[in-house]
Nanobody, 127 residues
Framework: QVQLVESGGGLVQAGGSLRLSCAAS????????MGWFRQAPGKEREFAAAISWSIGSSYYADSVKGRFTISRDNAKNTVYLQMNSLKPEDTAVYYCAADRRAWAWTVGRTSDSYDYWGQGTQVTVFS
């Protein structure tokens, strides 16, 4: 069983930055595809970014491309989401997720592609 714990959310002015962290325990972190999703009030959970176990393979939703960067540190079993140039529409609960298929090649952009989820961290961007 994999446990995921997010941190780093908060309140930030538009144009500012935040870095989210997701610490994983259990399982074989280095072999998992990791993703970040977000859910705004009254909206469906949506894909934000994902990173493969293969170094350098990262994927982004169009809405965050160029502003957000996903990275991972396998030695620390942690995945990060650096968020720059934040906008009020980025306000949401951000969730970290893990795909339990070790060494998988297909990176999912939907919630059902991921098996383990963190509890979420709130990001609020005000103008």
């Amino acid at each position: 069983q994999v446990q995921l714990v997010e941190s780093g959310g908060g309140l930030v002015q538009a144009g500012g930055s935040l870095r989210l962290s997701c610490a994983a325990s259990g399982g074989t972190f280095s072999s998992y595809i990791m993703g970040w999703f977000r859910q705004a009030p009254g909206k469906e959970r949506e894909f934000a970014a994902a990173i493969s176990w293969s170094i350098g393979s990262s994927y982004y939703a169009d809405s965050v491309k160029g502003r957000f960067t996903i990275s991972r540190d396998n030695a620390k079993n942690t995945v990060y989401l650096q968020m720059n140039s934040l906008k009020p529409e980025d306000t949401a609960v951000y969730y970290c997720a893990a795909d339990r298929r070790a060494w998988a090649w297909t990176v999912g952009r939907t919630s059902d592609s991921y098996d383990y989820w963190g509890q979420g961290t709130q990001v609020t961007v005000f103008s």
